[in-house]
Antibody, heavy 118, light 108 residues
Framework: EVQLLESGGGLVQPGGSLRLSCVASGSTYHAMSWVRQAPGKGLEWVSGISGSGDSTYNADSVKGRFTISRDSSKNTLFLQMNSLRAEDTAVYYC??????????????WGQGTMVTVS | EIVLTQSPGTLSLSPGERATLSCRASQSVSSSYLAWYQQKPGQAPRLLIYGASSRATGIPDRFSGSGSGTDFSLTISRLEPEDFAVYYCQQYGSSPLTFGGGTKVEIK
C-alpha cells in the first residue's frame, strides 16, 4: 500500500510563502489532492491535480495564491503557497484518490503538516 | 457548490449501541458519489465508505452506508470503544469536492 509523507510546514508571517511536499512510497498515477483542516474545524478541499498533471483545481479561497504540481519521476506532490493569510492556518494533508480518472474519494492520507500564519 | 449538512452535531451513545449519522446535500449527488470518513484526535481521516455504500479495504462490517440523491446515512451497528470519533461525509460527484461539518460520536 502506498504511504504518503508530507513536509514543509511551519510558521510564516502574513504575506509570506511556503512550499509543501508530499512523497509517496510508491508510484501512483491517481489524482492527488491537498485537504486542509483549520484548528478545531472541519475538512476543506484546497487543491487537486489529475494523474497526468494536466488538470488542476484550486478552491476559490486560494485561487491565484496556491499552485499544485507533481513530479511523477520522484513520486512527489507539491503545494506552493504564496501571499499567505492568517486564515490559511491549518493542518495540510495530502491525499490520494481512490480511483483513476476524475476526482473521487480519498483512500490514502498523509499524517499532515501544520502551517501557521502569524 | 454542493453543501453537505450533517446531523446531529454530537451523538452521545454507549458501547454496544447503534449509531445512525445523517448527511443531507443541498442538491442531488451525482451517481451516489458520497464517502464517509472517520477521524480521531491528532490523526488523519480514514476512508470508511465510498459510493454511498461500499466499504473501503479493511473496514469492519459493522459500518454500513446507504442513501441516494440528497439523503445519505452511515450506520454503526454496534459501537466499539475505538469507534468514538468524528465522522465526515464528502461528495465527489461535482467540483468542488465538499465535506460536511462532521458528527462527533462520544461516549455517553
Amino acid at each position: 500500500e502506498v504511504q504518503l509523507l508530507e513536509s514543509g510546514g511551519g510558521l510564516v508571517q502574513p504575506g509570506g510563502s511556503l512550499r509543501l511536499s508530499c512523497v509517496a512510497s510508491g508510484s501512483t498515477y491517481h489524482a492527488m489532492s491537498w485537504v486542509r483542516q483549520a484548528p478545531g474545524k472541519g475538512l476543506e478541499w484546497v487543491s487537486g491535480i489529475s494523474g497526468s498533471g494536466d488538470s488542476t483545481y484550486n478552491a476559490d479561497s486560494v485561487k491565484g495564491r496556491f499552485t499544485i504540481s507533481r513530479d511523477s519521476s520522484k513520486n512527489t506532490l507539491f503545494l506552493q503557497m504564496n501571499s499567505l493569510r492568517a486564515e490559511d492556518t491549518a493542518v495540510y494533508y495530502c491525499a490520494k484518490d481512490l480511483s483513476y480518472g476524475s476526482w473521487s474519494a480519498f483512500d490514502i492520507w498523509g499524517q499532515g503538516t501544520m502551517v501557521t500564519v502569524s | 457548490e454542493i453543501v453537505l449538512t450533517q446531523s446531529p452535531g454530537t451523538l452521545s451513545l454507549s458501547p454496544g449501541e447503534r449509531a445512525t449519522l445523517s448527511c443531507r446535500a443541498s442538491q442531488s449527488v451525482s451517481s451516489s458519489y458520497l464517502a464517509w470518513y472517520q477521524q480521531k484526535p491528532g490523526q488523519a481521516p480514514r476512508l470508511l465508505i465510498y459510493g454511498a455504500s461500499s466499504r473501503a479495504t479493511g473496514i469492519p462490517d459493522r459500518f454500513s452506508g446507504s442513501g441516494s440523491g440528497t439523503d445519505f446515512s452511515l450506520t454503526i451497528s454496534r459501537l466499539e470503544p475505538e469507534d468514538f470519533a468524528v465522522y465526515y461525509c464528502q461528495q465527489y460527484g461535482s467540483s468542488p469536492l465538499t465535506f460536511g461539518g462532521g458528527t462527533k460520536v462520544e461516549i455517553k
